[in-house]
């Protein structure tokens, strides 16, 4: 077969014309010339983390005994005294995430999603328990 524009490929359509395509979009050739970002573009794990904003729901355990607080932006509400869950030592604190709870632990072999106990349940939902029908 004789080459004419009609049956040509893109790049050649060679092997060696596929590697120069790929390095141009992968970016890996050095053409000599040096593209200059804008000084104020920060690659995404560099920027420092959103500020945490609405309410929070805590159940926190020190010296063997448990509470209740909440914090919103930098308020934090009056901590409430509560019975200690089993699964939940001395320094941890659950934090309502969604339908589960969060494990803060200083042991990271126990910071995991966990079951919520129902106070905290409780002091996250809009109606008081005593409302409740």
């Known amino acids: 077969m004789i080459p004419t524009t009609a049956n040509r490929r893109p790049l050649g359509?060679?092997?060696?014309?596929?590697?120069?395509?790929?390095?141009?979009?992968?970016?890996?050739?050095?053409?000599?010339?040096?593209?200059?970002?804008?000084?104020?573009?920060i690659s995404k794990a560099h920027r420092a983390p959103p500020e945490l904003t609405g309410r929070r729901e805590f159940l926190a355990r020190r010296d063997g005994r448990c509470t209740l607080y909440w914090t919103d932006g930098q308020r934090?509400?009056?901590?409430?005294?509560?019975?200690?869950?089993?699964e939940i030592e001395d320094g941890e604190r659950l934090e309502l995430a969604g339908k589960t709870?969060?494990?803060?632990?200083?042991?990271?072999?126990?910071?995991?999603?966990?079951?919520?106990?129902?106070?905290?349940?409780?002091?996250?939902?809009?109606?008081?328990?005593?409302?409740?029908?």
């Open 13 to 41: 359509g060679t092997f060696p014309g596929l590697l120069v395509g790929a390095c141009f979009a992968l970016g890996a050739c050095d053409s000599g010339q040096k593209s200059e970002a804008p000084a104020t573009s």
């Open 76 to 86: 934090v509400g009056s901590e409430t005294p509560t019975d200690c869950p089993r």
């Open 101 to 133: 709870c969060m494990r803060h632990s200083t042991d990271p072999g126990r910071r995991r999603p966990t079951r919520c106990p129902t106070a905290i349940l409780e002091l996250a939902s809009p109606t008081p328990k005593s409302e409740k029908p």
